[in-house]
């Protein structure tokens, strides 16, 4: 293969990469890994130089449409990187990623008798996103795009529809926009931090309809109360009458080696939004209130987060844990941890942000929960301080009534449990683990260790929250052996 730009055609589409690329190979073995191509599909395509092992190639012409193959709703679709799977039929999108699960748990499926259940599917398939994050930028000759990255690059694309979120998001969108025409405001540059406009944050409480909009700006300059008005106007614009919208600026101050801090106001509306939570699990139907702010995680798709749980918590048995106690980690704002607490004794969250446990704490008020307590700090070192004292002076802890938990459930970030927690967790050796992850790469890897560690997996059930994209949530269940 030439190191240098090259066609290649008549290449055949085998499989998908872990980002839901296209990938093929040439006569050589080489990889080559294409955008917008699927599997079955015979393409030409252009290649580039080889990097890392890796030929990138851009798709010119489909010879033979793979009968995977779907028409994308949205006309951005080839070229935004918001989602990668709309040209794919969504029976084989729950397939593929039900073979990524498969794959990652390879070893275990074949020598265990692990429970694995089918994929549970998306009610909606559009318009599903409860929180979308928008980019402002410009171009060398001054022009504005506000909407999502372009697939592969780090160019804005202006988005008019973006279908995975309901139209008034993008309604929002192209109004802000037209403010942005009316000012000569330049937008935030990440190579030179230079600039103003950095971003526009939407969410909606899905079972509420509560708006809410942010628009995150450098420290360069203060807005005016016109320029304020003016946008409030814009984004009014975008919404009906008497739709409930709250508006915020964030004033995101990043400077090097400090930590990046950020200066929110509340210009209109309300402080925060309400989501509820419809949760059917262990033969009940529990409701919850969350309040959302506009720095707070919410699980960015309401209907098949409330899915997620139920289903997770449906593998507990409700006799066995009315007397546990049960840590919730990684909790965000402990939704999990809240539902939970109608059915245990006691539930200890612990959560990093600050933010989301300071609005935990606001939303056991809301639910008026009394057997909940969040802990603000790192998991494993908050573990660690819990395991080595029980009569932790921290005031923070002072009214904690630690007991050894008997079920543990964890729900953290990409990368997985990292070694601190695990040693921990397998210290605590609850009965019980259910492990939510969105990465189910790190999570058969963690899952290796505890089952290394006295611990059997018993159900494996992929869940879909994020259609047309390559994304997954699974949910393992382990107990100890
Ligand atoms: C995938 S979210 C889960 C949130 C929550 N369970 C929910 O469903 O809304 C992961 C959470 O872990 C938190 N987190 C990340 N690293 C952490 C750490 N080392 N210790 C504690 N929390 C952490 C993040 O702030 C985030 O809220």
New binding site residues.
């Given amino acids: 293969m030439s190191q240098k730009k090259s066609l290649i055609s008549e290449i055949t589409i085998e499989k998908f990469s872990k980002k839901g690329e296209g990938v093929a190979f040439d006569d050589n073995g080489n990889k080559i890994v294409i955008d917008n191509a699927i599997i079955g599909d015979v393409i030409v395509a252009e290649l580039k130089k080889k990097r890392k092992g890796i030929i990138k190639g851009f798709l010119l012409e489909i010879l033979t449409k793979s009968p995977l193959r779907d028409e994308p709703k949205c006309s951005h679709f080839e070229m935004c990187g918001g989602c990668r799977w709309q040209n794919l039929k969504y029976i084989e999108q729950l397939k593929q990623k039900e073979n990524f699960v498969i794959q990652s748990f390879h070893d275990f499926i074949k020598t265990t008798n692990v429970e694995l259940h089918k994929i549970l599917s998306s009610d909606e398939i559009f318009e599903y996103r409860n929180k979308m994050e928008f980019s402002f930028s410009q171009n060398q000759k001054k022009t504005k795009f506000l909407g999502l990255i372009m697939k592969g690059k780090r160019f804005v694309i202006d988005i008019e529809r973006c279908y995975l979120a309901p139209a008034w998001f993008s309604k929002v969108l192209i109004e802000v926009k037209n403010w942005w025409e009316k000012f000569d405001f330049s937008a935030f540059n990440y190579f030179n931090g230079e600039g103003l406009l950095r971003s526009l944050t939407i969410k909606e409480g899905k079972n509420t309809q509560d708006k809410m909009v942010m628009l995150t700006l450098s420290d360069e300059k203060i807005l005016s109360s016109i320029e304020k008005e003016e946008l409030i106007q814009y984004i009014l614009n975008g919404i009906n009458s008497d739709d409930k919208i709250s508006i915020f600026l964030c004033v995101q101050i990043a400077k090097k080696s400090q930590k990046t801090t950020f200066d929110v106001q509340n210009i209109y509306g309300q402080k925060y939004i309400t989501e509820i939570l419809k949760i059917n699990t262990l033969n009940e139907n529990i409701e919850l209130k969350f309040q959302i702010g506009p720095m707070s995680?919410?699980?960015p798709n309401t209907h098949m987060?409330q899915k997620l749980?139920s289903t997770a918590l449906n593998y507990l048995d409700k006799d066995e844990i009315k007397n546990s106690v049960v840590f919730?980690?990684?909790?965000?704002?402990?939704?999990?941890g809240m539902i939970l607490s109608k059915f245990v004794k006691k539930v200890i969250a612990?959560?990093?942000?600050k933010d989301?446990c300071e609005m935990a704490k606001e939303n056991m008020k809301l639910n008026d929960i009394k057997n909940f307590e969040i802990l603000n700090?790192?998991?494993?070192n908050?573990l660690d301080e819990l395991i080595s004292s029980k009569d932790f002076k921290n005031p923070d802890f002072e009214n904690l009534d630690f007991a050894k938990p008997d079920l543990v459930i964890v729900?953290?970030?990409r990368c997985g449990l990292?070694e601190g927690?695990i040693k921990n967790i397998l210290k605590i050796l609850p009965q019980k683990i259910i492990y939510?992850s969105?990465n189910p790469i790190t999570q058969a890897e963690d899952i290796k260790i505890l089952t290394e560690n006295g611990y059997k997996l018993m159900i494996l059930h992929p869940v879909d929250q994020f259609s047309h994209t390559f994304h997954i949530e699974n949910i393992a269940v382990l107990k100890r052996a």
């Fill in positions: 995680f919410f699980q987060a749980y919730d980690l990684y909790s965000g704002t402990g939704t999990i612990i959560e990093l942000e989301a700090g790192d998991v494993s908050i729900d953290p970030p990292l927690a939510i969105c």
